[in-house]
């Protein structure tokens, strides 16, 4: 199954492009999630400090954390297509 992630922000961007994920697990989603975002909360600072992906497939969302502080968040949806 495919799932789409919506990105609401991360770091100082709204602008982040959705990402097409194959997890089936929320572990599984939170790995893919971490890294497409790791090069851009990387490039914000530096170092950008732990980073940690929260997901909840059951409520379709996530956060993102780095450094202890809040860095983004985002809604996952199953891809209508299949």
């Given at each position: 199954m495919t799932r789409r992630v919506v990105f609401a922000a991360v770091g100082s961007s709204s602008q982040v492009p959705p990402l097409e994920v194959t997890?089936?697990?929320n572990q599984d989603v939170a790995g893919e999630v971490m890294a497409y975002v790791r090069p851009l909360l990387c490039a914000m600072c530096d170092p950008p400090g732990p980073i940690v992906v929260q997901v909840d497939l059951a409520l379709g969302a996530?956060?993102?954390?780095?450094?202890?502080?809040?860095?983004?968040?985002?809604?996952i949806r199953e891809d209508p297509r299949e």
């Open positions: 997890g089936t697990t996530g956060t993102i954390r780095a450094g202890g502080q809040p860095a983004g968040y985002f809604t």
